[in-house]
């Protein structure tokens, strides 16, 4: 038994022993073969061949594999990717040569130049401001491709879908090339018929009515609203949205809008299939102020939405922006009105409620302007109705933007307001664009009343950044000659007074009334606001003035006009007063402006008299950008102690009174029909200012249509005088306050040779002695 037990141990240590034996062999086998491969997968060192301008540093710091570091496929890919994401290679491969790692790599070239070839209706600069690549940097096809649907997108905004372009590649030395854009520009894709399914209340023409997009027609050569445009085709969807939606037709949606190309790509075809639905009205309307400073029960008294009233959506955003203004007009910048909706489709009513949400009261923090490389600070800030620690007021923001813009300096000026550093602070931030305010011209040019005509003027209107304006002018034609010079310090010793000062010297030749003048004088003038919209002025002139006639045609010439001949000096004074809340001076499309001078001379010199003036100016928008204008001027002089002087009356006619010729109205000699001028004179004029489409607008071109009215009269010599030189009594005509009356039409064109003026006009009422003129205009250039 014994032995048995020994002999079964004997055994089972052996085979322990050949266990643990054959264990460590096996794990020693492991671990060399294990040493073995780790030795043969490190990287011992990166190669980087192909490359000449790029860093073998910049290379290595794409990839994802590094010296040292155990050679992993994956990475490998990922560094392979990396390389090509760069865009400056055009060609990479990664490969082994034993433990080292090797990129093989092709740089993409240089951009020497890029060049624009076969474009006709896109100029270069234009084509180059959409592309990303420039010369001196990497090419990249990528890029290219991208930058080649930048320019087709240009084309196809500009109604050309047909454009095709080919980017060529020029090699040079030095992996430098040339990029050519080839361009095929093709026709313009016009709008060959727009068509409208599911209406019922508005006919097909009273929708493309409203439409910015018109079918081409051939008299639509001038505008570019006939040629597809995909942004103009969103913005039609909402201007008929609003239509419906401001006729009462709450629930109107367009339920398609397909476009078809034709196969000629030359004719679009626009279908619109549109569900109208049911009319509704103004149900219940309140207003929920949450700020203690507004009462509900006021600000429902403002809003323009009445119960009962049809329903029309442009009342609700007009509502909403007026109630923000009237906030704002207490101060409260940042409030938010929210229309809250309530359709009753049962009883075809619209419920409102204008929620106006609480908000602080906020003060300006800080004005920070901004784009201003050579007009100082103050000048603009100067013009601000806000400054820093000032309530905010909406209303003084937008005067201050008006009044900026009013200054002539800037193309563009802006006021937004930013959140301040706490809740009821804001920043006011002034961006401005400047424009040259410098003009040194040399003008050339011919005109139905001056003939050829020739000046030259230099000017500045906002020297060295301060807001002032110099000038010097000088103008030749065949009926006058002129020189003077004028300096303007608007803001005279640091306040709002504007100081000025003219000479001037000039040489008229008045042919209607066939004498001539030569004057000599200067002036000194001054200005300053007594409201933010009324402004009194002052002046005072020195003139002396030569009137003669030719000797040789004494004998032929008015009676009534050799009695003024001789040599007079006028010193006078002067003041005035205006009113103008115009939103633009040079180009105003909403506002009043009333001005009222008067002038006293008498205070030395040898003439004597007070003349009083007064002209009315006011525009409003009647629809979209049609713009109308009312003008009325008149003026009055009465000599004292003496007859007023032929060259101080009022003249009357072009280009006041269109339809007739200069000096056209008032008084004359009945025998040599000499213009003799009048005591008093009254003017109106009622115009339309017509938009002409966005194509005239990039041409410069203007339309208006207008009547003018008015006469001149009352002239203090009597109604007879005899003429020893020829034995014929001499009477004065037409010396009466009836209303010559015109009407037509006239455009104006910023041409490239200088600006262009012409004028339609028929004389509908005119006295017989009247002389009219039914065609004028007026061109000049200046380089």
Not at 159 to 171: C, D, L, M
Not at 636 to 660: A, E, K, S, Y
Request: proline share 3%; aromatic share 12%.
């Amino acid at each position: 038994m014994i032995n048995r037990i020994c002999n079964i141990y004997i055994v089972w240590s052996l085979l322990v022993i050949t266990v643990l034996v054959g264990m460590f062999s096996t794990a020693e086998g492991a671990y060399a073969q294990q040493s073995t491969l780790v030795n043969s997968d490190i990287i011992s060192d990166v190669i980087v061949q192909g490359n000449q301008r790029i860093e073998v540093d910049t290379v290595k710091s794409y990839i994802f594999v590094q010296k040292g570091d155990l050679y992993n496929e994956k990475e490998v890919d990922r560094s392979l990717k990396s390389l090509f994401n760069t865009g400056l290679f055009s060609d990479v491969k990664i490969g082994r040569s034993g433990s080292q790692l090797v990129i093989e790599i092709a740089e993409n070239p240089i951009i020497n130049r890029i060049v624009f070839e076969g474009n006709k209706y896109k100029k270069d600069d234009k084509l180059y401001e959409e592309i990303q690549l420039r010369p001196r940097i990497v090419f990249s096809r990528s890029k290219v491709r991208a930058d080649v649907q930048r320019l087709l997108e240009v084309y196809r905004r500009g109604g050309r879908f047909s454009a095709s372009i080919e980017p060529k590649v020029i090699q040079l030395d030095q992996n430098r090339i040339n990029l050519v854009f080839e361009i095929t520009e093709g026709p313009k894709s016009s709008i060959g018929k727009i068509n409208f399914m599911g209406n019922s209340i508005f006919s097909n023409d009273d929708l493309r009515a409203v439409m910015k997009s018109k079918e081409s027609r051939w008299w639509r050569f001038m505008s570019s609203d006939d040629t597809y445009d995909p942004d103009r085709m969103a913005y039609d969807k909402q201007v008929l949205r609003d239509f419906y939606r401001s006729k009462g037709y709450a629930d109107f949606r367009i339920t398609s809008a397909v476009t078809e190309l034709a196969p000629n790509k030359e004719d679009f075809f626009i279908n619109f299939t549109v569900d109208e639905g049911v009319i509704y009205h103004f149900g219940d309307i309140d207003v929920e102020s949450k700020i203690p400073d507004l009462s509900s029960e006021v600000l429902s008294l403002l809003v323009f939405t009445r119960k009962g009233d049809l329903y029309n959506s442009e009342l609700i955003d007009k509502t909403v922006e007026y109630l923000t203004d009237v906030a704002g007009l207490k101060g409260y910048a940042f409030v938010n009105v929210r229309p809250r909706i309530r359709r009753d489709r049962e009883n075809q009513t619209v419920n409102i409620t204008y929620v106006v949400n609480k908000a602080p009261r906020v003060y300006v923090e800080r004005v920070d302007i901004h784009g201003n490389v050579r007009t100082h600070d103050r000048v603009i800030r100067r013009e601000m109705r806000l400054m820093e620690g000032d309530s905010y007021n909406s209303s003084k923001m937008k005067r201050s933007e008006i009044r900026i813009k009013s200054l002539g300096f800037f193309k563009e000026a802006e006021i937004n307001q930013v959140e301040g550093s706490a809740n009821d602070k804001t920043i006011l931030d002034v961006t401005v664009e400047e424009q040259a305010t410098g003009e040194l011209s040399v003008g050339a040019g011919f005109s139905s009343m001056e003939s050829f005509l020739f000046d030259f003027s230099i000017r500045e209107r906002n020297l060295l950044g301060r807001g002032q304006d110099l000038r010097f002018g000088s103008r030749i034609s065949s009926r006058r000659k002129e020189l003077d010079i004028g300096f303007t310090e608007p803001y005279f010793l640091g306040r709002p007074i504007v100081a000025g000062v003219d000479l001037y010297y000039r040489d008229n030749s008045f042919r209607e009334a066939n004498f001539t003048q030569i004057s000599l004088g200067m002036g000194l003038r001054t200005a300053f606001p007594v409201t933010e919209y009324v402004v009194m002025s002052s002046q005072y002139n020195i003139r002396r003035d030569k009137i003669d006639i030719p000797e040789i045609y004494l004998s032929s010439r008015s009676p009534y006009t050799i009695t003024n001949i001789g040599t007079f000096t006028t010193s006078s004074v002067g003041y005035g007063i205006s009113y103008d809340n115009l939103d633009n001076r040079q180009k105003p499309n909403r506002g009043h402006r009333a001005v009222l001078n008067q002038e006293v001379a008498g205070l030395g010199g040898n003439v004597q008299y007070i003349r009083t003036q007064a002209n009315y100016n006011y525009f409003i928008p009647i629809y979209g950008r049609w713009i109308f204008g009312a003008k009325a001027e008149g003026g009055h002089i009465m000599g004292l102690g003496q007859n007023v002087r032929i060259n101080d009356r009022f003249f009357l006619g072009n280009p006041r009174m269109r339809g007739f010729q200069q000096a056209g109205i008032g008084p004359r000699d009945n025998l040599t029909t000499d213009a003799l001028g009048g005591n008093v004179f009254y003017k109106g004029s009622l115009e339309v200012y017509i938009p002409l489409g966005s194509g005239a607008r990039e041409l410069g071109i203007e339309a208006s249509m207008f009547v003018d009215a008015g006469a001149l009269f009352t002239i203090d010599l009597p109604d007879e005088l005899y003429n020893s030189a020829t034995g014929l009594t001499h009477r004065i005509v037409a010396d009466t306050p009836k209303p010559r009356v015109s009407a037509g039409v006239g455009f104006t064109w910023m041409s490239p040779f200088g600006p262009f003026r012409i004028d339609f006009a028929k004389a509908i009422l005119s006295d017989k002695y009247d002389k009219t003129e039914f065609f004028q205009f007026n061109i000049g250039t200046r380089f």
